[in-house]
């Protein structure tokens, strides 16, 4: 049994109040010590990973989470100096000779909530946020990452003192009583539904919330576009992680007339890049609970009435390894669950479509999505699409990608999450932007106190009738 949470969210608050304005330096050592840490034992860190997952390949963990997290803490500290700077505010003429500034802040104490599926960049990356804000930072982690999670509480232990950083690991009950925590900012990453939880028992002690959430991210296969090219693109990303990706393609249109062809590609393409799923590299599903999942969708999927395309015909589900297959799902509706709920996992649903303004009206018409992917070479198209649907992000002719962009915002919008993290915003999220107006030593407010002399009443009369003109 760890500590209590309130020992070291006190502990914590406490270590704030002593140094709540770290300067640049020890920021930049900070996170230089945590891309020491991240580097120098990527070895242990996958290994760790690997056996929480039963089977994940280094080489994929290494892509796919210490690449991306490593590439997150150098442009930090590349950037951090100007994104401390003091901000220069536009003061109302009527205001002059004041000035106002925006002073970034710590905000205190951030916790954060981290999910299973990519468990050491989904806490670097907020961490790396929070700590060149200049914040304290509680990290809790999944009840899936058992063994991650003692690695870094021993590797961190010897670089930093827990009021500074401390990970916690899930003993049953503990992420409710984490998101309950009076916290000066939480960052969860999970379920939609898992989601609402978080954020109303945050809503008990008003704290700040920046939801990571998930949902049926669409991709859209348009007419111009070449189909190996694209299928290529669409399976490499869905195979990551088994498709236990919050922005992996959770279902794909493709113009109606090009189905046939679509399949074809999708064999070539996955037959080619794994003859079995006993594959090293091939990741295997988290838990029994979610392979069964998997099981119940195609066999829901296959009893209303879809077509289900395994993909790797030579393998079927292996629920002892808990390995899956890439399978298509074609003649797909509504009622069915591959289309109620994010599949997380190898199995890709197709509809069919016949004008893009079909499709459009079917995103538009669902919960937004936190990512949006569009294979077209057409500008006019790529344009309408992104100017007509609301997503987190959007990447064009690719899938995933724009995650791994540090200048790009990371984040959902509606049920796919609030707030952005990753690079500037990311710093920002997690800091307080503080207003400050410096009033001068000469001031016209003096005419404007009440009771209102007969100069004050022309003047606000001036000032609430002015026509637009240079001063806006």
């Known amino acids: 049994m760890g500590k209590p949470l309130d020992h070291y969210l006190k502990q914590q608050k406490s270590a704030f109040l002593s140094n709540p304005m770290p300067d640049l330096q020890s920021r930049l050592a900070d996170l230089e010590k945590i891309l020491e840490l991240v580097q120098s034992h990527q070895s242990e860190i996958c290994a760790a990973i690997g056996k929480d997952f039963g089977q994940r390949s280094a080489t994929e963990t290494a892509l796919l989470e210490v690449f991306t997290s490593v590439e997150g803490i150098k442009y930090t500290r590349k950037h951090l100096s100007r994104w401390m700077k003091v901000q220069k505010r536009h003061t109302s003429m009527w205001f002059k000779p004041a000035k106002n500034r925006l002073l970034p802040q710590p905000v205190g104490v951030v916790g954060i909530i981290v999910p299973w599926n990519y468990p050491l960049f989904l806490a670097i990356a907020p961490l790396v946020a929070a700590i060149a ?37 899930e003993e049953g009950e503990t992420g409710k009583a984490f998101s309950q925590l009076a916290l000066d900012h939480l960052v969860f990453t999970g379920s939609s539904t898992t989601g609402k939880a978080v954020m109303a028992n945050a809503a008990k002690n008003l704290v700040p919330v920046t939801l990571e959430l998930g949902g049926k991210s669409p991709a859209i296969v348009a007419d111009d576009y070449d189909l190996a090219k694209a299928m290529q693109r669409t399976l490499g990303g869905k195979a990551y992680n088994s498709g236990q990706t919050c922005v992996a393609p959770d279902y794909l249109y493709v113009p109606e007339h090009r189905l046939n062809d679509v399949i074809k590609h999708a064999k070539k393409i996955m037959v080619k890049r794994f003859t079995d799923i006993q594959h090293p590299d091939y990741t295997s599903i ?9 099981v119940d969708t195609l066999e829901d999927a296959k009893a209303k009435g879809a077509e289900i395309h395994n993909l790797l015909p030579n393998a ?42 079909e499709v459009v009206a079917e995103i538009n018409a669902g919960e937004r999505p936190l990512a949006l992917y569009l294979f077209t070479n057409n500008k006019a198209l790529q344009q309408t699409v992104i100017d007509q649907t609301r997503s987190g992000g959007v990447t064009i002719n690719d899938v995933m990608v724009h ?39 000469v001031s016209s407010l003096k005419l404007l106190y009440s009771p209102y002399s007969s100069i004050g009443k022309r003047m606000i009369n001036y000032i609430t009738n002015r026509k637009l003109g240079k001063y806006q």
């Open 133 to 169: 804000a200049g914040n304290r930072v509680m990290v809790k982690m999944s009840e899936n990452s058992q063994h991650l999670c003692q690695l870094l509480q021993g590797l961190f232990a010897q670089s930093f003192n827990e009021d500074q950083i401390c990970f916690i690991a």
């Open 286 to 294: 988290i838990d029994d609970t979610a392979f069964a999942r998997l």
């Open 316 to 357: 079927e589900p292996d629920d002892k390894n808990r390995k899956f297959p890439l399978h298509l799902v074609t003649n797909v509706n509504e009622t069915m669950l591959v289309m109620q709920r994010e599949i997380f996992g190898p199995i890709l649903p197709i509809k069919t479509y016949q004008s893009i303004d």
């Open 403 to 441: 995650v791994a962009q540090d200048d790009l915002p990371f984040g959902g919008i509606g049920n796919s999450g609030i707030g952005h993290y990753h690079g500037r915003e990311g710093f920002e999220r997690l800091s307080k932007m503080r207003p400050v107006m410096y009033q001068g030593s």
